[in-house]
Every structure is written in structure tokens, then in C-alpha cells.
């Protein structure tokens, strides 16, 4: 039984990722393939190398890593890019723990920070981790932060890399749009030149 409930869950997450793009494609004209491939990228190397890139980009310092979600993930994502030449979307969205939301950013509100820029900073309440064409989650970063809300240490540091279907019920991502493309526009990163 919970074999179906994974899947189930993994098709709902799917259909959220591909409305994210869809989205993205419709507010900031880009053209993303709307499509989940069948293959799996995490396995044992890759989970090796997301747990070095990540100690490498957060120093072995908590507070790097908790409220950090766009920067941290917009530097793994373009790490595992060039590593294994595979998508990978720094996905912006909702975090739902516990059946309580964490972190809010819907449609409106990607709407909303992308007429706002560039003349304003730009205001986050939502949550980014990345999403990769297999339908496949990397989240470096919320488990950390939940670790510090709740003092709890053995929080700290611990990565989500799995298929969304995968995770257990007390978590639950919804994206809302993806891309670097969004995050440039919006002014959440910023172009160095």
C-alpha cells in the first residue's frame, strides 16, 4: 500500500513542478520543457558530492545554511550542472512541515516580486530548493532550519535528496515557478559582471 501512496504522491509533486514551469514560462516568456524523465540522478556518487558541495558552500556553519535556501541552491544547482550535466531548477514554492506552512510563495506572489523589480529588494516568504528533471528533490537546507526553530541539532546539516514521493508525510513541497531565469528578473540573485 505504501508503494501506491508514494507514487501518488510523486504524480501530484510532478504536476506541481510542470505547472511551476508552465507558469514560468508565462510570466517571464521563457521556454521551459515541460517534461519528468523516467531516469534517476541521485545515487550514491551524487549523494557524496551533494554532501561536499554543500559543506563546502556553507563552511560547516549552520547559520549558512538555515535562511539561506536561494543562495544555497542556486550555487548547488549550477555545481551539479557542471558536474553531471543534467536540469537542474532551483524551485521556488511553498514548505508545508507538519501540516503547518513554514514558507509561502504562490503565483501571485512571484507576480507581485517580479513588478517590483528591479527598483526595490526584493522581499522572500517563500522556500527554494531544487527540483531535477526526474522529479527528484534536493533540499539542503530546511531540515537545518527546523533544527534552529526547534533547538533541536540533529536537524542540522541533514540534506533531502529523493523523489518528493518519497518523503515522509510530516513534509511537502508546492512549487510555484522554477528557474534561473525568474530568480535574475526578480532581483533574488543578482548578476555579477
Same mark, same amino acid.
Given at each position: 500500500?505504501?508503494?501506491?501512496?508514494?507514487?501518488?504522491? *510523486?504524480?501530484?509533486? /510532478?504536476?506541481?513542478?510542470?505547472?511551476?514551469?508552465?507558469?514560468?514560462?508565462?510570466?517571464?516568456?521563457? &521556454?521551459? &520543457?515541460?517534461?519528468? =524523465?523516467?531516469?534517476?540522478?541521485?545515487?550514491?556518487?551524487?549523494? %557524496?558530492?551533494?554532501?561536499?558541495?554543500? =559543506? &563546502?558552500?556553507?563552511?560547516?556553519?549552520v547559520y549558512l545554511l538555515a535562511g539561506q535556501c536561494i543562495r544555497i541552491h542556486w550555487?548547488? +544547482? /549550477? %555545481?551539479?550542472?557542471?558536474?553531471?550535466?543534467? @536540469?537542474?531548477?532551483?524551485?521556488?514554492? @511553498?514548505?508545508? !512541515?507538519?501540516?503547518? &506552512?513554514?514558507?509561502?510563495?504562490?503565483? $501571485? #506572489?512571484?507576480?507581485?516580486?517580479?513588478?517590483? +523589480?528591479? =527598483? $526595490?529588494?526584493?522581499?522572500?516568504?517563500?522556500?527554494?530548493?531544487?527540483?531535477?528533471? =526526474?522529479?527528484?528533490?534536493?533540499?539542503?537546507?530546511? *531540515?537545518?532550519?527546523?533544527?534552529?526553530? *526547534?533547538?533541536?541539532?540533529?536537524?542540522?546539516? /541533514?540534506?533531502?535528496?529523493?523523489? +518528493?514521493? #518519497?518523503?515522509?508525510?510530516?513534509?511537502?513541497?508546492?512549487?510555484? !515557478? !522554477?528557474? @534561473?531565469?525568474?530568480?535574475?528578473?526578480?532581483?533574488? !540573485?543578482?548578476?555579477?559582471?
Open positions: 500500500m505504501n508503494k501506491y501512496k508514494n507514487c501518488r504522491k *510523486q504524480i501530484k509533486y /510532478n504536476r506541481y513542478f510542470l505547472n511551476a514551469i508552465n507558469n514560468t514560462n508565462n510570466i517571464i516568456g521563457c &521556454k521551459y &520543457k515541460k517534461t519528468i =524523465s523516467r531516469n534517476s540522478f541521485i545515487d550514491k556518487k551524487f549523494l %557524496e558530492f551533494i554532501g561536499d558541495a554543500v =559543506s &563546502k558552500l556553507c563552511q560547516d556553519n550555487q548547488l +544547482a /549550477n %555545481e551539479i550542472r557542471h558536474a553531471f550535466g543534467i @536540469d537542474a531548477f532551483v524551485t521556488l514554492g @511553498d514548505a508545508i !512541515v507538519c501540516n503547518k &506552512k513554514i514558507y509561502s510563495f504562490d503565483l $501571485s #506572489s512571484a507576480n507581485t516580486l517580479l513588478s517590483n +523589480a528591479p =527598483s $526595490s529588494i526584493p522581499s522572500f516568504s517563500g522556500h527554494a530548493w531544487i527540483t531535477l528533471t =526526474s522529479g527528484e528533490i534536493i533540499d539542503a537546507s530546511i *531540515q537545518t532550519t527546523i533544527g534552529l526553530m *526547534q533547538n533541536d541539532p540533529e536537524f542540522y546539516g /541533514n540534506i533531502i535528496a529523493q523523489k +518528493a514521493g #518519497s518523503l515522509n508525510d510530516s513534509i511537502e513541497f508546492i512549487p510555484s !515557478v !522554477v528557474g @534561473d531565469d525568474y530568480l535574475f528578473r526578480s532581483g533574488l !540573485v543578482q548578476e555579477i559582471t
